[in-house]
Every structure is written in C-alpha cells, then in structure tokens.
C-alpha cells in the first residue's frame, strides 16, 4: 500500500509558478513510476507528467512541455511538479499517483491517488 498526500496548490496569476508536491507513505516508494495528472471541469483526466522509478527517466504532455519539470527524490518519498509560465488553460485539480506495472511512460498502471489539489490560473 502507498498513500499519497498532494500540497501546494492555490490560486496564481497567469505567467506565475507554483510547486506542487506530493508526499508518499508506505512500503518501496522508489519502486514505483509516478504521476502528475490533471482534470479540468467537464474534461477528462489527463497525464501531465511522469518520471520513472529507475534512471530517472521523465514525460511530459505536449501541453506542458518546457514549463512543467517533475522531479523525485526517493530517500525523501516525495514527487514534485514545478510548474511555471502558468496559463489559464492549465487550471484543474491536480493528482500525484504512483504506479509499478506497465510499459513507461503511457500504459504505466497506477494504482495509488492522492485526493487532488486544486490549481487555478488567473488571466
């Protein structure tokens, strides 16, 4: 079992950063690929970024490419989103999930959610 706790939304104005992170809790946290995903009002849920449990390795949705960077250190079992240049657009309510079965980056099987934190872009 993995619990995780997401913190650091909020409300910015557009062209500004914020950092979410999500802490994790539980048994071999290093061993799991992780997860910023992202669903906006009446949209569906979409990945945003990834970074894999060995080598580091990252992905990052087209739409978020070059603003977003997702960072982990695992001697810390936590995950990080820094996310700057923010738009509008990028407003949703933001999940850290975790995941060990799958092909990384996109059939990653995530079997572990955070509740969400809300991030809301000012224009």
């Known amino acids: 079992q993995v619990q995780l706790v997401e913190s650091g939304g909020g409300l910015v104005q557009a062209g500004g950063s914020l950092r979410l992170s999500c802490a994790a809790s539980?048994?071999?946290?290093?061993?799991?690929?992780m997860g910023w995903f992202r669903q906006a009002p009446g949209k569906e849920r979409e990945l945003v970024a990834a970074i894999a449990w060995s080598r580091g390795a990252t992905f990052y949705a087209d739409s978020v490419r070059g603003r977003f960077t997702i960072s982990r250190d695992n001697a810390k079992n936590t995950v990080w989103l820094q996310m700057n240049s923010l738009k509008p657009e990028d407003t949703a309510v933001y999940y850290c999930?975790?995941?060990?079965?799958?092909?990384?980056?996109?059939?990653?099987?995530?079997?572990?959610w955070g509740q969400g934190t809300q991030v809301t872009v000012s224009s």
């Open positions: 539980g048994r071999a946290f290093s061993s799991y690929t």
């Open positions: 999930a975790a995941g060990n079965s799958g092909s990384f980056p996109r059939t990653v099987s995530y079997a572990y």
